[in-house]
């Protein structure tokens, strides 16, 4: 079912809203429904398939990026198998301990950019000598450096020339692009 996701911060909402995952599995694999509020302001169900789920995006999301006002997820369905409770237990707790050893605690954006096809944003940071880099009160975590921290008052600008900074260095050593997995809302 969802074992995989203990431990994942956010919400439903947010969940559902960019198709959160980890270890391979991701909320649209079990979601069969969500009920939205439109930008409309009409209370709706959508299925699974009216929300066009890919990696780490919905419907939802790509109609924030077009600017469209916004739906708000108000409640999700999902569909989940029974299981021996102990083993499900147990492989909650193994999820929730590899995310303890390799993410950073306190606060942070979660990933902060998508994964390339065939390796990942973290990697390819790390290999550009960023880890620990910082603006202001923001850094690229030294525990996982696809997690950007904040280290007491850090400010969205500090976090936006990380972000900037993080794919130019990548772009540049690598020939990639990276892809946020946030949504920066407002004027930048």
Not at 13 to 29: C, E, K, L, M, S
Not at 48 to 57: I, S
Not at 87 to 111: D, V
Request: glycine share 12%.
């Amino acid at each position: 079912g969802l074992e995989w996701a203990v431990g994942v911060p956010g919400t439903i909402g947010g969940a559902v809203v960019g198709n959160a995952g980890a270890h391979g599995r991701d909320i649209a694999a079990n979601l069969l429904s969500a009920t939205v509020l439109t930008g409309d302001h009409e209370v709706v169900e959508w299925a699974k398939t009216d929300l066009h789920f890919g990696y780490r995006r919905s419907r939802i999301k790509s109609e924030i990026r077009s600017q469209k006002p916004a739906t708000v997820v108000l409640a999700a369905t999902f569909q989940l198998t029974a299981g021996n409770p102990a083993e499900l237990e147990k492989k909650a707790a193994e999820f929730n301990e590899y995310r303890r050893r390799t993410q950073p605690p306190g606060a942070s954006l979660g990933s902060m950019f998508k994964n390339p096809p065939g390796d990942a944003a973290g990697r390819l940071i790390d290999q550009c000598g960023l880890k620990g880099t910082r603006v202001g009160d923001a850094e690229i975590s030294t525990v996982h450096a696809n997690f950007f921290v904040n280290r007491g008052h850090a400010r969205a600008a500090d976090v936006k020339a990380l972000i900037d900074l993080a794919r130019a260095r990548v772009h540049e050593h690598f020939g990639i692009e990276l892809e946020l997995e946030i949504e920066l809302v407002g004027e930048w």
